[in-house]
């Protein structure tokens, strides 16, 4: 049998990292059986909670991943629509049936008296059951008219496929709200017809659904129908405490570490990993990796910490590999826009499409092939694209003369200004006799290592005052590639700057 597996997020804002396993998690059971399918389906029966803009922001996130729906909002399919808000019809329906089998009630109780109710359940010392005050005459049911269902209480097991076999005793069981009195279906009744009517084979969700589950086991056995297979994802907790990671403590969003520059590829990877693993010490996995070595029996029961380093760590892996495997070109593209496949499922939406560049603003004055050069020398210091905003500055801006800054290096600090000043003016002299056609990384190792022998200077000492009169930067790549992507003309510039500046100050 395929596994049909949807994402079903509610309209309400950006999707946060907690949240996007419930994306990710039901892609890879979809593509791992044949013919699998992997719909969208956006919850937004919820109004007061509507966000505009938000499943723009889902779908950007969506592709960004690459986790392509195969069934839902803009694709189509069999079962549509894949809005909640225009299935109202077919809610209707199955209410309808529920009805008619008597597990269903208008419910024409104001809202003020189910408060009053709940105040004196409260008093009593009583738990608050609805069901506990169903009203004697109930109408006919029409809309305008909230819709409960008539629960049934009693003991129920079911079996989840992360948390094992679970049950809960009568006291949990409740009328609960099948429509609202502005005919929109509740969360807990919409999705159990939609994922019937879609053929869903596994429902991947967080734990939070659980404490619901008698009353929905309660409406699929009303309603004679299959459930699905519970997949609950315990909780993502914030990086420290025993808090759920969440919007208010300032989670981001997705697209937020997108525009950082984290890699697609490594969120996924992170994301995928974070409560999962195959039981090796692999940490590093490509979609396709993933589509084969998932499993759901491997999810952790557990919170699984956000831990924002190692996402960072594992970016700068992919960032390395992707250098390593697809070349200088292919990062390249990376840093210089986004994904073409974002870009492109946002082409209703042009403010979002501008062209997110991770270099500083005076690298675009040079040629491409220039920031190449330096993309290829500085690739596996990043952490994140937009660090080369900040690290390769120096190779498109002469770097301002700060001689407190080179001074206080802990290697420069044991030299005095005059050693400082002659192992400037032997650097310029050995360098200058170099022409432009030998200026090579070879050939400029060749010179640093014989300065060294020449000067008898510990490598520390003098590679440092050398680097520092170049960047100004607290680090640089390799000195002898430095100078040679810098060229001769810049590299003897900035040396004969700093040697003045501190002749200067002698
Ligand atoms: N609309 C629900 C949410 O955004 C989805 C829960 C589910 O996957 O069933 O939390």
């Known amino acids: 049998m395929s596994n049909i597996t949807r994402f079903a997020p509610s309209p309400t804002g950006y999707i946060h990292l907690g949240n996007l396993r419930s994306a990710i998690y039901p892609y890879l059971i979809a593509k791992q059986s044949k013919d699998g399918k992997y719909i969208l389906r956006i919850e937004d029966t919820d109004q007061a909670r509507y966000v505009a803009g938000a499943t723009d922001l889902i779908k950007e996130t969506l592709v960004w991943l690459g986790l392509n729906w195969d069934e839902g909002i803009d694709k189509g399919g069999e079962h549509g629509p894949y809005y909640q808000s225009e299935r109202r019809d077919i809610y209707h329906e199955y209410a309808r049936k529920l009805i008619e089998k008597g597990r269903a009630y208008a419910d024409p109780t104001s809202p003020e008296q189910i408060n009053e109710y709940r105040q004196a359940d409260n008093v009593a010392k009583k738990p608050f059951l609805y069901r506990n005050h169903r009203p004697a005459n109930t109408p006919t049911w029409e809309p305008g008219i909230p819709l409960r269902f008539k629960s049934e209480p009693k ?135 993933l589509k084969k070595a998932f499993s759901i029996d491997r999810i952790q029961t557990s919170g699984a910490r956000f831990d924002e380093v190692k996402l960072l760590w594992q970016n700068g892996q992919w960032i390395r590999k992707i250098f390593d495997e697809q070349g200088c070109d292919a ?70 003369i700060d001689l407190e800054f080179l001074q206080s290096n802990k290697f420069i600090k044991k030299l005095s200004e005059t050693e400082q000043r002659d192992l400037l003016s032997a650097t310029i002299d050995k360098l200058s006799a170099i022409s432009d056609d030998d200026w090579t990384a070879n050939n400029l190792q060749d010179a640093l290592n014989d300065l060294l022998e020449e000067t008898s200077q510990k490598p520390a000492q003098l590679f440092s005052l050398i680097r520092i009169a170049l960047s100004y930067a607290s680090f640089s790549p390799a000195l002898h590639l430095t100078m040679e992507v810098l060229g001769r003309n810049t590299t003897l510039a900035r040396l004969n700057a700093t040697r003045s500046a501190v002749v200067n100050d002698l």
């Open 331 to 400: 990062l390249y593209e990376r840093t210089i826009s986004r994904d073409r496949a974002s870009v492109e499922s946002n082409k209703e939406n042009p403010s979002r499409n501008s062209l997110i560049n991770f270099w500083p603003e005076e690298a675009m004055d040079y040629p491409e092939e220039y920031r190449k050069k330096v993309l290829s020398i500085i690739y596996d210091r990043l952490k994140v694209l937009s660090d080369l905003r900040e690290y390769t500055k120096y190779f498109f801006v002469d770097p301002e």
């Open 155 to 289: 003991v129920v097991s079911w079996h989840d496929e992360v948390m094992g076999d679970m049950s809960t005793g009568p006291e949990v069981m409740d009328d609960i709200i099948l429509i609202k009195a502005d005919g929109l279906p509740t969360y807990n009744f919409a999705h159990i017809v939609d994922d019937y009517l879609m053929e869903v084979t596994h429902i991947v969700r967080g734990v939070e659904y659980l404490s619901s589950m008698p009353n929905y086991l309660a409406i699929y056995e009303a309603l004679g129908i299959n459930h699905p297979k519970f997949v609950s994802l315990p909780h993502v907790l914030a990086t420290t405490g025993n808090k759920k990671l969440s919007k208010r403590d300032g989670a981001k969003s997705a697209v937020d570490y997108r525009d950082d520059g984290v890699l697609p590829e490594a969120m996924l990877n992170y994301l995928a990993c974070l409560g999962w693993n195959d039981g090796t010490e692999q940490e590093i996995y490509s979609m396709d990796e």
